[in-house]
């Protein structure tokens, strides 16, 4: 019986952690615009990424490491006007790009 009682405690705590965590469990989204702004992290990974949408809305991403493009790449789709399909996620306030893709 306490080995119930300790596995129930257990979960109970790791979801107490994920809801408290505020964390958008919303899963991933996508958004296909405009480049406006690349601003390196390094020379293979973006730090932000501001693209528009054909609606005229601004999405401003942050990144976690290597989403697909280098920035050099990004910034060539910004000068031949070529759009870009970022896959994002919410967490809270912040959108993060998680993969970029022609």
Known sequence: MP???LATTSLVVAMSLLLGSG????????VRGQVVEAVPRSF???EVL????????EYEFKTEGFIGFTPSHVREHQL???SLLV??????DLLIALKLED
């Open 87 to 92: 896959t994002y996620e919410k967490r809270g």
């Open 23 to 30: 964390c958008d469990t919303g899963g991933s989204h996508q």
């Open 80 to 82: 031949f006007g070529q």
């Open 44 to 46: 293979s990974e973006l």
């Open 50 to 57: 501001r693209i528009r949408d054909d609606e005229g809305r």
């Open 3 to 5: 080995s119930v009682l």
